[in-house]
């Protein structure tokens, strides 16, 4: 059982494949921490982020089971993640680590901006997972306010913006929904309400 899930940067779809992953008992993977991953490791080896050779070759270094989104969430790398993400050769890479990963027992639950258009084409179950710019950007503002820190919500509004138009926009594998994906708009719904919705339609499908 394979279950993709896609959508833009803090829709939700992390907290829903945590969920479902727990939920079921299936492997997690977010691919976005092997973009983050082969990012931080250029960035701490002062090398460039526009060199697609070099960028290849770090790509194919990173250890999925060593990923661990409490050293990559930098908003850095984060940005860096999204240049490197548009270099064919970086996504060829770390689509191969991810579609290995794809076929594990029991099952598996992957959540990116691809999965369900380009990694995991033949997953039985796809959910597009999407909020407007502006409840994202709030839910990023919050987190950060929660966890005790200092933020700004017009400059947090632009970059979800920003991320939005590089994700959407590049030639390979822009972040679109897939014709079969099931719609979950999450900008009036709460994560629990959506794990409901996402859990009957599975259910149906095992
Ligand atoms: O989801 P997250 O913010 O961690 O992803 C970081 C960046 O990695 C995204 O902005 C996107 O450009 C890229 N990414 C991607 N394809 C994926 C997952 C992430 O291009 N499947």
Not at 137 to 144: Q, V
Request: glycine share 8%; charged share 30%.
């Amino acid at each position: 059982m394979i279950i993709a899930i896609d959508g833009p940067a803090a829709a939700g779809k992390g907290t829903l494949a945590r969920r479902i992953a727990d939920a079921y008992g299936f492997h997690h993977l977010d691919t976005g921490l092997t973009y983050r991953a082969t990012a931080k490791a250029l960035l701490d080896a002062g090398l460039p982020l526009d060199d697609e050779t070099v960028a290849e070759a770090m790509a194919r270094k990173v250890d999925l089971a060593g990923l661990d989104r409490a050293i990559l969430s930098q908003h850095e790398i984060g940005e860096a993640a999204s240049k490197i993400a548009v270099m064919p050769a970086v996504r060829r890479a770390l689509v191969e680590a991810q579609r290995s990963f794809a076929g594990k027992e029991p099952g598996t639950v992957l959540d990116g901006r691809d999965i369900g258009t380009v990694v995991c084409p033949n997953a039985p179950v796809k959910f597009y997972v999407t909020a407007s710019a502006e409840v994202r950007a709030k839910r990023r503002y919050d987190e950060i306010v929660e966890a005790g820190g200092r933020a700004d919500y017009a400059a947090i509004f632009e970059d979800v913006k920003r991320r939005d138009e590089r994700d959407m926009g590049r030639t390979d594998s822009p972040l679109r929904p897939s014709e079969d994906a099931y719609l979950l708009d999450t900008s009036e719904m709460s994560i629990e309400a959506a794990f409901q919705t996402a859990k009957s339609i599975i259910d149906t499908a095992l």
